[in-house]
């Protein structure tokens, strides 16, 4: 409560808790005024409590400033818990690197999307259902013939899967739970066949259509990598290590794309443009397309005798440059799905014969020189998800600029369980943040020729 006293101490409304009630509340007092208001306190059943502000502004007639929301729970969830200075990933109750050893994605699909892990009957149905919807309407394949051949594949991403809101008139009803439940389907059945399409498109090889008797990281791998003219193997290492790595994608919780999803949602736009809307803040380096940045900047590295130049460069708060891949919002610990990544892609590279890889030897040298660095463990910088992830799918043949598409189609099923979240919610309303005004006060027009 150390700021509390240093707030009342510079005559500004102080916070501090409300002691004996029933239900908890922090007080916050104007000592100008003399003036004070309760504002109730929430608990969850995991995590620091939140003080409730909604009715703020209506009683003492101020707002909160939190740009980034870095200390703003911006909705009530069940679906993913983050304990980020212990570094815990827990879907709907269920440990991260326990899901990854011993789950499917498909299993933790149905997981985030119910709330419940599948009895063999429902998981079955589920798994065929989704298989159901793999294809894609014919007509959506031109719309790849309209962008260049080097278009990046995130760009191609956000511009069909916003273009899916014009093919499937039947299932933009959000009012309707079964229409709502057909377009989720619709969504983690072809975001797959989307992005394969678009791999296919920049290579100029032929579309290669889903196959439903594939489990889903299967037949991902199958129309990545397929050609019409011989039969392609898919090798069970790599279709366990991408089923892992949609795994590991899959939620985060609150994070930038998920709360632009759920953002666009709020105002009732129907699912295909919410999921467009998410995929174009994934696309960011600061966020999903972080995958691409950590391999570029590896590249770019090259030598482990560049190491030392590179984490100058990244502490010099002059030169923007960062070590990609390292740091986050929540973990101040190390991420939990990087431990898992590192293990996934030592299996990925035994089985595709690469022995030491400079890629990864790099990786693992910058990683140990920097969790030395005062600068790193003074600001808790730990790898993230997206430090090893690229090593593996390059390893995989899949090219720099699929990573982050990669990440998307994994995440889709995390953005529209967060959805239908927000949607079933009573108390969802639209999102509409206020703002602290800096510019102009009111003045008068003055017409074109009079002015100076
Ligand atoms: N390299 C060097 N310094 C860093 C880094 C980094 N990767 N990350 C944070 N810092 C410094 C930052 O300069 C700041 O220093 P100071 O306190 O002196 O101003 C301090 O650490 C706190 O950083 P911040 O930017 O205030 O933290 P944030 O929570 O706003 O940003 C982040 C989190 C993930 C955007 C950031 O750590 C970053 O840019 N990392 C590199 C990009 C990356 O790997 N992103 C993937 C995130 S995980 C997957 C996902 O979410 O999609």
Redesign the pocket.
Known sequence: MAKTNKAAAAGKPALKPVAGGAKKAMKLSDPNSGKSWDLPVMSGSLGPDVIDVRKLYADAGVFTYDP?F?STASCQSKITFIDGDEGILLHRGYDIAELAEKSDFMEVAYLLLNGDLPDETQKNKFEYDISRHTMLHEQISQFYRGFRRDAHPMAVMCGVVGALSAFYHDSLDINDPHQRMVASYRLIAKMPTIAAMAYKYSLGQPFIYPRNDLKYAENFLHMMFAVPAEPYKISPTLARAMDRILILHAD?EQ???TSTVRLAGSSGANPFACIAAGIAS?WG????G?NE??LNMLMQIGDKKNITEFIKK??D?NDNF????????VYKNY?PRAKVMQKTCNEVLAEMGVKNDPLLQLAVELERIALQDD??IE?K?YP????YSGIIFRAMGIPVSMFTVL?AVARTVGWISQWTEMVDDPSQKIGRPRQLYTGADKRPYVPVKKRK
Do not use: E, I, Q
């Open positions: 980034g870095t985060h994070n930038a794309s994934l380096p600061a966020h999903g972080a940045a950590v990244s502490k708060p960062r070590l990609m891949g390292f740091g986050h919002r991420d600068y790193f600001k910088l993230n998800v997206d430090f990440f």
